[in-house]
């Protein structure tokens, strides 16, 4: 079975500052996605970052970056210069076959 | 172009009822998965429908129904409703999942079951 684990179920970052959020999935394997989703107040999930599992570049968009560690199965998103827009909740999923599993998530507050 | 769309987007039922879903994907999707989001269980699957035909399905009791058209639309029904049903219910559409795995999300409908 292939779960999601997200460790940190709150996280506050000041403004312009970086926040790293942590995400470790177990899975049997080889290829897959995995992506990071936001979803702000408005309950609307916005995907933010993807990753193929078999590229090792991390993938990175704008201000949000990952870090994959496939050997580890481990998929950190990093958030440089945080802004007030980036409070919501983050969720990291698994993608395999033609369904998103996800963790639990993380509240991620920006703080002005 | 415009995103996914779901109605009604909130909903009040009572113990015992049924009630439909409905979910317009992106034009050209053809892939539409619902899940579910409850503060106890987070997002579950539900199940996922690909040109009229279910590939996918979630571990929720037979109350738990769905459909596509054939322009894609789906609809979700829950019949003999629970308390524990109520939640955030969120569509998904994508091209396909195998050619294109990015998923496109709706605001959701938020059912409350009284």
């Known amino acids: 079975a292939q779960t999601v684990t997200q460790s940190q179920p709150e996280m506050s970052v000041q403004e312009a500052e970086t926040v790293t959020l942590s995400c470790t999935y177990d899975t049997s394997e080889n290829n897959y996605y995995l992506f990071w989703y936001k979803q702000p107040p408005s309950r609307q999930m916005i995907l933010v970052i993807r990753?193929?599992?078999?590229?090792?570049q991390n993938a990175t968009e704008n201000r949000f970056s990952v870090n994959f560690q496939k050997a580890a199965k481990s998929f950190s998103l990093k958030i440089s210069d945080s802004q007030l827009g980036d409070t919501a909740m983050y969720f990291c999923a698994f993608m395999r076959g033609n369904k998103l599993v996800f963790g639990a998530g993380t509240i991620l507050r920006v703080k002005s | 172009k415009a995103g996914v769309t779901q109605t009604p987007r909130y909903l009040i039922k009572t113990r015992g009822q049924q009630v439909t879903l409905s979910c317009s994907p992106i034009?050209?999707?053809?892939?539409v998965s619902w899940y579910q989001q409850t503060p106890g269980q987070g997002l579950q699957f539900l199940f996922e429908?690909?040109?009229?035909?279910?590939?996918n399905k979630g571990n929720f009791p037979g109350r738990f129904s769905g459909r596509q058209f054939s322009n894609s639309r789906s609809e979700m029904n829950v019949s003999t409703l629970e308390l524990g049903d109520s939640a955030l219910y969120l569509c998904?559409?994508?091209?396909?999942?195998?050619?294109?795995?990015?998923?496109?999300f709706g605001q959701g409908t938020r059912l409350t079951v009284v």
């Open positions: 998904a559409s994508s091209l396909d999942w195998g050619a294109d795995p990015e998923a496109f």
């Open positions: 990753q193929e599992a078999y590229k090792q």
């Open positions: 429908y690909f040109s009229e035909t279910q590939r």
């Open positions: 034009s050209g999707h053809r892939s």
